[in-house]
């Protein structure tokens, strides 16, 4: 298709577009009644005007005997337009639109090879308004489940009709999230390839969005059953109140008794702790001094019985001496290990060998450091009369760093 062709058939697609509009608004009046009807009243309409509405396929006739109504397209659209909970039906038809999305990508990379720029431009467009209209079909259905919990869901007088609404609102959620979950993003990476636009509008811009839309959703669901909770806590009191105003109608001479007089106070009531009165002694009281004063003499005394003081010595660090001691130990059996090389002659000993032979209870990674630490510990001129070798490893193919395994130690040849 050349650009002549491309550019006529939109302006074909504009002035259909717009004569339809025109057409809509001509006839307004007749089309709102309709809509609030169940048929269009003909009588503001002629016959040109209604053959052309039809022709539109803004009206439609079901049958030849029954009269001409709103199509369901037209009907939806007014609905939309006038947030008409009633009347208005989300469709997030997510597989479709999926499909739909595959083949213009398909397009889109056959126009990018052979070079069509003008076609590769139009592929990616309408790729833009299908995920524009993806995520606005995701945005009016929880927009229309946020209208319905602030009417029809959070003004209802009935608990059936509350539950039930609750029932209906938790299935459009529960059919939302199964549509939001038919988007696999891993199949779009594969999709859209290298290619950057087609990434930024349907790997970025698309997980963007939906993690508005769940969060949304987890908004709605909390909602929800705060008012349900709040719902079920004022029926309980209205109940209570219902059951009260009832006995008292049957009851019309009923008058509460005074409880706080009552010997025998029923249980229901009767659930306050028992007072203990709190007793003082009145000392400005005259004929009560004396029986205080008898008291006070017959109060025991208390013997105090001397204590032997010895003199506070200094504190020992008893951790300390211990933690000294272990490390004294360490330096003593590697000392002796070293001699045992040095017993050996020129045949190297293994520390690990050492260690498990002699039973001694130190761990191999602290064993092995002290025996390094000592070597390095010698001067320079013992050092040179022994040899020491470590047998290590690699951390891994990525990590130079070096495991050390075990430690050989041998006498140099003429030391």
């Known amino acids: 298709m050349s650009d002549r062709d491309a550019h006529a058939l939109e302006s074909r697609l504009i002035g259909t577009g717009v004569e339809r509009l025109a057409l809509l608004g001509k006839h307004a009046g007749a089309l709102m009644a309709g809509y609030a009807r169940d048929e ?34 037209v009907r939806e659209l007014i609905a939309e337009m006038l947030a008409d909970e009633t009347r208005r039906h989300v469709n997030a038809d997510v597989a479709e639109t999926l499909e739909l999305m595959r083949t213009l990508v398909q397009s889109y990379r056959e126009a990018r090879d052979a070079g069509e720029y003008w076609r590769q431009e139009q592929q990616l467009l309408r790729l833009r308004q299908e995920v524009d209209d993806l995520n606005g079909r995701f945005g009016d259905a929880i927009d229309s489940l946020w209208r319905r919990l602030n009417s029809d869901f959070g003004f209802v007088s009935r608990l059936g009709d509350k539950i039930r609404e609750n029932e209906r609102a938790q299935k459009q959620i529960v059919r939302l999230l199964d549509s939001l979950a038919l988007i696999d993003f891993h199949e779009l990476i594969e999709l859209v390839g290298s290619d950057g636009a087609l990434r930024k509008l349907l790997v970025s811009g698309l997980q963007h969005q939906l993690t508005q839309h769940y969060t949304s959703l987890r908004e709605v669901q909390r909602r929800m059953v705060e008012l349900m909770a709040r719902f079920r806590q004022q029926q309980s009191r209205s109940r209570l109140v219902a059951g009260m105003a009832g006995f008292l109608r049957e009851h019309p001479g009923f008058v509460p008794g005074n409880y706080a007089r009552r010997s025998e106070v029923p249980a229901l009531v009767n659930r306050a702790a028992p007072l203990i009165a709190a007793g003082a002694a009145a000392l400005d009281h005259h004929p009560d001094t004396r029986a205080l004063t008898e008291l006070l003499h017959q109060l025991p005394r208390p013997v105090h019985r001397p204590e032997p003081v010895t003199a ?13 001691a272990r490390q004294q130990a360490l330096k003593e ?44 510990g010698l001067p320079r001129g013992e050092q040179r009369a022994f ?24 006498l140099r040849a003429g030391a």
């Open 40 to 73: 269009v009243p003909l009588e503001g309409l002629s016959t040109t005007a209604l053959n052309r509405l039809l022709a539109a396929r803004i009206l439609w006739r079901p049958d030849e005997q029954g009269g001409v109504k709103l199509s369901p397209k």
């Open 312 to 324: 506070a010595g200094a504190a020992a660090p008893q951790e300390d001496t211990l933690v000294a």
């Open 333 to 376: 059996d590697v000392e002796r290990f070293y001699l045992a090389v040095v017993d050996r002659g020129g045949e190297g000993l293994s520390a690990l060998a050492y260690l498990q032979e002699g039973e001694l209870a130190w761990g191999e990674e602290i064993w092995l450091f002290q025996v390094i630490a000592e070597f390095q």
């Open 387 to 410: 040899r020491l070798s470590q047998q290590e490893s690699q951390a891994s193919p990525f990590n130079h760093l070096r495991l050390i395994h075990d430690v050989n130690l041998a």
